[in-house]
């Protein structure tokens, strides 16, 4: 296949909303790299691989489509997720994912030689944020630090618990921060131009509907939020109030997936310039 090919098939995988798990298992049958073809091919030199993760869980077959790291899926499972996900590919994927595979299956003696070491992980930025937000007075609480799933469902439920702590809060009471890590996918319904972390912020600020008292910041850490340069979003109680102020419609925008449109126009984007690392998706709530 051409890398165009490829490029095609990636581009619909992250449209689908397929988790990364998934989309990886495609994109390992469809190389000669990934799979633990890299090791295969370095066989037998010894090989160390230093991984930054940026997926949920850390597993190391499915950093960078584990390179190094041995994988027990088949071309038939890469075939079942681009079913399941409704995700049409080019003839020439089709015709390479109905031969075999040079995915190494894990306890291959071409594996042996190989030493996989994780030294950046995503649960390191949510430790981090908890020590300086501690420092600062805030009360500090974890949603979690592998999330996964539709990023507007995401939020919904998140809009749902921080509604829920601010009703039982008393005067008095320290700020409290609410952070989650993970990665979320966007299931593309229209034409904008977003990413999973503008998305859930957008979706927060419709479901807490300019609730006082509630902030909350979502960036991608390597500082590209899907399809733009963008980190993310921050949102607070003056958000859609500053949206109906515009003439913009913040529910129409979610619904045609343009969160980075929504907010580059009321003043939310988080833009930082490439961050040189990754490790997955940081979301904040703050109460005050």
Not at 71 to 90: F, G, I, K, M
Not at 119 to 130: H, V
Not at 235 to 250: K, N
Request: aromatic share 2%; proline share 6%.
């Amino acid at each position: 296949m051409t890398l165009a090919e490829k490029q095609t098939v990636n581009a619909a995988l992250l449209a689908s909303g397929a988790p990364i798990s998934q989309m990886n298992t495609v994109r390992k049958h469809l190389s000669r790299v990934k799979g633990g073809q890299l090791a295969a091919a370095a066989h037998p030199a010894r090989m160390l691989a230093l991984m930054i993760s940026d997926v949920p869980g850390d597993d190391p077959a499915f950093i960078g489509s584990g390179p190094t790291v041995g994988d027990a899926s088949t071309p038939a499972d890469a075939r079942a997720v681009l079913e399941r996900w409704q995700v049409a590919v080019p003839d020439a994927v089709t015709a390479a994912l109905a031969g075999g595979s040079g995915v190494v299956p894990p306890g291959d003696a071409r594996l042996s030689g190989v030493t996989n070491v994780i030294y950046a992980a995503p649960s390191q930025s949510l430790e981090a944020a908890t020590g300086m937000a501690r420092g600062m007075g805030c009360e500090v609480r974890s949603l979690g630090a592998e999330l996964e799933g539709e990023a507007r469902e995401v939020a919904a439920a998140q809009a749902a618990e921080a509604l829920r702590v601010r009703a039982g809060r008393k005067p008095g009471d320290p700020p409290l921060l609410l952070l989650s890590g993970g990665e979320l996918t966007v299931t593309r319904r229209g034409a904008g131009v977003g990413g999973p972390n503008a998305e859930f912020c957008l979706a927060l600020a419709l479901a807490l509907d300019g609730a006082p008292g509630i902030h909350a910041i979502a960036c991608d850490t390597d500082g590209v939020d899907g399809a733009a340069e963008v980190a993310g979003a921050v949102i607070g109680p003056w958000t859609l109030a500053r949206a109906r102020a515009g003439g913009i419609d913040a529910a129409a925008a979610l619904a045609a997936n343009d969160a980075h449109g929504f907010f580059a126009a009321v003043g939310g984007q988080v833009v930082t310039g490439p961050t040189l690392t990754n490790v997955n998706d940081f979301r904040a709530i703050l109460l005050v």
